[in-house]
Every structure is written in structure tokens, then in C-alpha cells.
């Protein structure tokens, strides 16, 4: 069993930071990509960040030079830094890990629960 806990979301005035950390745990044998969806009222989830098991990262356009994606693979864990928030940055942040649980086997998508970050004055 692999569970992805998220913390970190929350109330904050546009122009301020948050930082999302998402910690994988259970069996866990291998952690390939990692990355961190949204999801605002009425649209579709999309993505917001990836990162690879070597670290290298990509971004979507609206977040570039504001966001910044990292992870701590002794950990299980990946973060996003979120700074310059605005408005439209309010939704549900998902994370999300393509975990092998152990040797040999399949590669598997797993989701967090999602944490709300709400960006408002």
C-alpha cells in the first residue's frame, strides 16, 4: 500500500508564498516522476510542475519564474515552492508519483488528496 500525504495549502494574499511538500510512504521500491497538478472551480486538471528522478524539471507556461519544483529522494518527498501568488493560482493542489513498489514489478500512478490553496485579498 503507497499513500501520498500533502500539506502546506492554505489561505494567502496575492504576491505571497506557499510552500506544498507531498511525502510518499509504504512499499516502495522505486520513484520515477514526480510532479504536482491543479484543479480550479469548473476547469480540468492540469499540470503545474514535473520533476524526474535526476532532477531535471518542467513547468507550465503561467507558473514560469514563479513556481519552483523540487525533490528529496532519501525522503519519498517532493515540494513546490509557490511565490508571486495570484489570483488565478487558487484551486486543489494534487501531487502525484509514478512508484514501483518493489523490484521487478510494474510502475504505478498514485495521487494525493489534494490540499486547497486559495489566493485572495
Known amino acids: 500500500q503507497v499513500q501520498l500525504v500533502e500539506s502546506g495549502g492554505g489561505l494567502v494574499q496575492p504576491g505571497g508564498s506557499l510552500r506544498l511538500s507531498c511525502a510518499a510512504s509504504?512499499?516502495?521500491?522505486?520513484?520515477?516522476?514526480m510532479g504536482w497538478y491543479r484543479q480550479a472551480p469548473g476547469k480540468q486538471r492540469e499540470l503545474v510542475a514535473g520533476?524526474?528522478?535526476?532532477?531535471?524539471?518542467n513547468y507550465a507556461d503561467s507558473v514560469k519564474g514563479r513556481f519552483t519544483i523540487s525533490r528529496d529522494n532519501a525522503k519519498n518527498t517532493v515540494y513546490l515552492q509557490m511565490n508571486s501568488l495570484k489570483p488565478e493560482d487558487t484551486a486543489v493542489y494534487y501531487c502525484?508519483?509514478?512508484?514501483?513498489?518493489?523490484?521487478?514489478?510494474?510502475?504505478?500512478?498514485?495521487w494525493g488528496q489534494g490540499t486547497q490553496v486559495t489566493v485572495s485579498s
Open positions: 502525484n508519483a509514478e512508484i514501483s513498489p518493489r523490484l521487478g514489478a510494474y510502475t504505478y500512478d498514485y
Open positions: 509504504g512499499s516502495i521500491f522505486r520513484i520515477n516522476n
Open positions: 520533476i524526474t528522478s535526476g532532477g531535471s524539471t
